[in-house]
C-alpha cells in the first residue's frame, strides 16, 4: 500500500527566512509523482509543485523548491524567503499513474510565518 | 473560467437528512474526484470518476453515492446523513493526455456539519 507521512505537525518560521518542510512516501511503484499543495485558511487546495519521479532535477517554483531523493523516498519542500502570505497548511500527496490517478496525501504540517 | 466550483460552500444537516453536493468543472477535463477531509488527516478519497459514464470506489465510500451527470458535472449524495459524515468535501479534476495529466485542480470546498 502507498503511504505519505509528513513528521513535523507544525513549524514557525519568520519572514525573510528559509523553512523545510519534510515528507517520505512509500510505493513499490517505479512511475510516480509527488506534490506539494498549499491550503491557507481559506481552505482551498493550491498546487506548489510537482515532481515526477523519473525526473532528477529537483522541481523548483519561484521561491519553492524540493528536495528530491528518491532512493529515500523523501521529498521535502524548501521555502526560500518566507512571506506571510504563506502561512498555511502544507500537504505532500503522492500518485502513481494509470486510468484512476487517486492522490494518497500525508496528514499535513502546518507552518505559521511570524512577522 | 472558474476552474472547479461547488455548492453549497456551508451545510447543516440532521441526522438523517439527505442532500446532494453538486460540483462542475469548466476544464475540459476527464477525470473528477470527491474527497473529505478531517481534522488531523489528509484527504481521503471518497467516489472517482475516470471519465464520463464511469464511478468507482475510493477509500471511505460508505455512505454515499456519486452521480457523472455529464462531462462538466459530478455530484456526491449522501441518502441519510449521519454525525461521522460530518467534514469538509472536496472536488477536484484532472485531464488525461498530455501535459499535466497527472495534476488534480480542487474546488473551494464544502464544510458539512450533521447534528
Known amino acids: 500500500a502507498q503511504t505519505v507521512t509528513q513528521s513535523q505537525p507544525e513549524m514557525s518560521v519568520q519572514e525573510a527566512e528559509t523553512v523545510t518542510l519534510s515528507c517520505t512516501y512509500d510505493t513499490s511503484e517505479s512511475n510516480y509523482y509527488l506534490f506539494w499543495y498549499k491550503q491557507p485558511p481559506s481552505r482551498q487546495m493550491i498546487l506548489v509543485i510537482r515532481q515526477e519521479a523519473y525526473k532528477q532535477q529537483n522541481a523548483t517554483e519561484n521561491r519553492f523548491s524540493v528536495n528530491f531523493q528518491k532512493a529515500a523516498k523523501s521529498f521535502s519542500l524548501k521555502i526560500s524567503d518566507s512571506q506571510l502570505g504563506d502561512t498555511a497548511m502544507y500537504f505532500c500527496?503522492?500518485?502513481?499513474?494509470?486510468?484512476?490517478?487517486?492522490?494518497?496525501f500525508g496528514t499535513g504540517t502546518l507552518l505559521a510565518v511570524q512577522p | 473560467n472558474a476552474g472547479v466550483t461547488q455548492t453549497p460552500k456551508f451545510q447543516v444537516l440532521k441526522t438523517g437528512q439527505s442532500m446532494t453536493l453538486q460540483c462542475a468543472q469548466d476544464m475540459n477535463h476527464n477525470s473528477m474526484y470527491w474527497y473529505r477531509q478531517d481534522p488531523g488527516m489528509g484527504l481521503r478519497l471518497i467516489y472517482y470518476s475516470a471519465s464520463e459514464g464511469t464511478t468507482d470506489k475510493g477509500e471511505v465510500p460508505n455512505g454515499y453515492n456519486v452521480s457523472r451527470l455529464n462531462k462538466r458535472e459530478f455530484s456526491l449524495r449522501l441518502e441519510s446523513a449521519a454525525p461521522s459524515q460530518t467534514s469538509v468535501y472536496f472536488c477536484?479534476?484532472?485531464?488525461?493526455?498530455?501535459?499535466?495529466?497527472?495534476?488534480?485542480?480542487f474546488g473551494p470546498g464544502t464544510r458539512l456539519t450533521v447534528l
Open positions: 500527496a503522492f500518485v502513481y499513474g494509470g486510468a484512476t490517478n487517486k492522490l494518497i
Open positions: 477536484a479534476s484532472r485531464t488525461i493526455g498530455g501535459m499535466g495529466t497527472d495534476t488534480q485542480y
